[in-house]
């Protein structure tokens, strides 16, 4: 019996995929168990977003740990749908054939760029939008920096340095 449980664990792990949520989700969810937010802004026609879902999010080790620490949020910086935060009421605002969601602005500190990750302190706050694109070795570590709070006691050079890598 007990063989079976450390079995399932086992494939349950294996198996792992980032769990997206809303952003809204994401918001109503840290309100009742509080978490940190990763927010992964993409647009539909980025390949640079496309190739970072398949060489970091794919990642099994990298997507239990997000699922463990963070609440993970997909944002499409071109979405129509409005979106209720802190008081406010985030827009979509066209521009030409394309356009830009005010909270993927708000965001990223109007520092708009496909794909950016945003991180999220459980109060809510931004910590970081980290631009561009991100392979699994590459996020790994930034995951940790924010997920442990490291940024509050060392200076990313000096954490990067001396980071073990668990992939």
Known sequence: MAIMTVITSFETLAQAEVEWISFEEAVARSKKEPKKLLIDIYTDWCGWCKKMDRDAYANE???????????????NAEQR??????GHTFKFVANGNRGVHQ???ALTNNKLS???TVFMT??????QPVA????AK??????????????????WPKYQKGYQSFL
């Open 61 to 75: 080790k990298l997507a239990a740990y997000i699922n463990e620490n963070y609440y993970a949020v997909k944002f």
């Open 132 to 135: 561009g694109y991100l392979d």
């Open 81 to 86: 749908e409005d979106v209720e935060f802190d």
């Open 103 to 105: 909270l993927a602005a």
């Open 138 to 155: 590459s996020i790994e570590p930034i995951l940790v920096y924010f997920a442990e709070d490291k940024f509050k006691e060392v200076e």
């Open 114 to 116: 496909y794909p950016t």
């Open 122 to 127: 459980e109060e809510l706050e931004i910590i």
